[in-house]
């Protein structure tokens, strides 16, 4: 109290109790602690004997039964309904398996919600993998069936001559094209991304070599005249444009 009323600094305090500061403040803190404690209102009545704390030890492990008891029920019956989904998934049964998918993951969402568990914990105890559970719940969110055809999914053809030309369509830059991530959206199915960037680099590569062509060549609209240069003043000359060209008849 006389380090909270400044008659006294923490250093002099702990030096007389034969501690360090930090300690001196843990046992400062303590003591505040049991002191706000004391003066605050308790629970009414008369404090509970050792047999009240043991009949509450025992009302506590009961809950617990019933909680472990029902958990094990809800078990069972997901038990029996991921026995079915071991059908061969063809045909009708395809059709059943999908209703049985359906079923376990409202039966998985429920005891997640009631008994606080996780979705790896409950797959784990189910014996069921947790990535199959979770494409399972992100293909029924997406109002997909849970369970389709096994095997890759088929593709339409792709028109190799269609998707060339609209490469070559595409704004084309000295390093960048653009357009490519639309192009990317209509035929990312039966292309790879690689494949199709592979197709516009060499359609970028053509249109930058016909652009440079246009530039350097000289096209002659009247006839019967020569281009001329000065070349005196030397090369260096010529870098810095101090050369000077005319165009004569002949």
């Not at 993951?105 to 105890?125: G, H, N, P, R, W």
Request: charged fraction near 30%; glycine fraction near 8%.
């Amino acid at each position: 109290m006389r380090v909270r009323c400044g008659l006294m600094t923490a250093a002099e305090a702990a030096r007389q109790l034969g501690a360090s500061r930090k300690t001196f403040y843990k046992w400062e803190q303590r003591g505040l602690c049991a002191l706000f404690d004391s003066v605050t209102d308790q629970h009414p009545g008369r404090p509970l004997d050792p047999g009240d704390k043991r009949c509450q030890a025992l009302e506590k492990q009961l809950i617990e039964a019933k909680r472990d008891i029902e958990l094990l029920n809800h078990k069972m019956a997901l038990k029996d309904v991921l026995m079915d989904l071991k059908l061969p998934a063809t045909g009708s049964d395809r059709a059943k398996k999908n209703e049985r998918v359906q079923q376990a993951v409202a039966m998985i969402e429920k005891m997640k919600t009631t008994f606080s568990l996780s979705y790896a914990c409950l797959a784990d105890q189910m014996g069921l993998r947790y990535r199959t559970l979770m494409r399972w719940k992100r293909r029924l969110a997406s109002g997909l069936p849970a369970v389709g055809k096994r095997g890759p999914k088929k593709v339409r053809p792709l028109n190799l001559n269609e998707l060339k030309a609209k490469a070559r369509d595409l704004d084309h830059g000295p390093q960048r094209s653009r357009g490519t991530g639309r192009l990317h959206s209509a035929y990312g199915e039966p292309i790879s991304r690689r494949e199709l960037n592979a197709l516009v680099i060499q359609a970028r590569s053509e249109s930058n070599r016909r652009r440079k062509a246009e530039r350097s060549c000289v096209s002659w609209l009247r006839p019967n005249l020569a281009w001329a240069v000065d070349d005196c003043l030397g090369k260096p000359a010529l870098r810095r444009g101090g050369g000077r060209s005319s165009v004569l008849p002949f």
